[in-house]
């Protein structure tokens, strides 16, 4: 007589495995749906492109056309849409992993980089529209503040997907150039303004001390408030403490915030940090202010 436990003992387990395969995939799409998980589709063709570089020649019309004084026009924005996917979708087969023949130099790349954030973010809000804040993109669970803008939306992009932390923080950042920091905006009343014009590699280093020095020189990003005798800073330059400190050590400077500030700030604003300095004022962070940056 042939025993059959070893076949009812195969058949429980199966069925235990597929009851367990069943909960973990209920599971993955609950807490998908919770985290507000999701893939941001463009259902766009992309532009044209010539056969060498990228042609950034619709985005910085639309720049000139969508900002003003550092915000943005969304319902100009909005009117735009189309052409915005079609932008993002070209972002999505050129870039340099996808196309790295285009890309041969550190510049392109950058340039690119910085580019495809503003777009990417840009996308965000009106993909979410309406909202005041990019803080209002959520599921029903919130880890943090901005999780379900920067973390939990997925863009596609040079030849996979993205979400915008990860472009920041483990592509952009990478570069190792604290001017970054005053070229990507985050559609946010704290953020740097965002540039009327697309960023380019023949001029990128220009570009970048220019908002750079925008960034460095203007009040509500860089204060001094002799009553309360206190520096007051962007929260910026606190969450990117250490960008900014090997930034300025890099130019031959002491590696502090202020060092990098006084190298930027035009030279009223940096003599009177310098002032401050020696007076022993305090350097504290300014709440940051995350409602939308729109006119």
Not at 23 to 33: C, E, M, P, R
Not at 35 to 42: D, E, H, T
Not at 242 to 261: N, Q
């Amino acid at each position: 007589m042939v025993s059959t436990q070893p076949k009812r003992w195969y058949r429980q387990w199966w069925a235990a495995a597929l009851i367990i395969a069943v909960v973990l995939g209920v599971t993955g799409v609950l807490t998908a749906k919770a985290l507000g998980l999701r893939s941001v589709a463009v259902d766009a063709e992309p532009m044209e492109q010539p056969s060498r570089g990228f042609d950034y020649g619709w985005w910085d019309a639309a720049l000139e056309r969508w900002v003003r004084d550092g915000l943005v026009d969304y319902k100009a924005v909005r009117s735009e849409e189309g052409a915005l996917r079609r932008f993002v979708a070209t972002l999505w087969v050129v870039g340099p992993k996808a196309t790295p023949e285009r890309f041969t130099t550190e510049p392109e790349r950058l340039a690119y980089y910085i580019n495809a954030y503003n777009a990417l973010v840009l996308l965000g809000v009106v993909d979410n529209w309406p909202i005041a804040s990019v803080q209002d993109v959520h599921g029903w669970l919130d880890p943090r503040a901005g999780f379900g803008f920067f973390y939990a939306l997925r863009f596609p992009f040079d030849g996979g997907q993205v979400n915008l932390y990860t472009l920041e923080n483990e592509v952009i950042r990478g570069f190792m150039d604290a001017r970054i920091h005053a070229a990507i905006n985050c559609a946010s009343l704290s953020c740097p303004s965002l540039a009327p014009h697309a960023f380019e590699a023949t001029r990128l280093d220009d570009q970048l001390d220019e908002v750079t020095r925008n960034f460095c020189s203007e009040d509500r990003h860089v204060r001094i408030d002799r009553e309360a005798r206190e520096i007051q800073l962007s929260a910026i330059f606190e969450w990117y403490r250490s960008d900014f400190e090997e930034h300025a050590r890099r130019l031959g400077l002491p590696p502090t915030i202020l060092d990098f500030v006084m190298a930027f700030a035009g030279d009223e604003r940096a003599a009177e940090l310098e002032r401050a300095r020696d007076a022993d004022f305090e350097v504290v962070f300014r709440p940051y202010d995350w409602a939308l940056n729109a006119l």
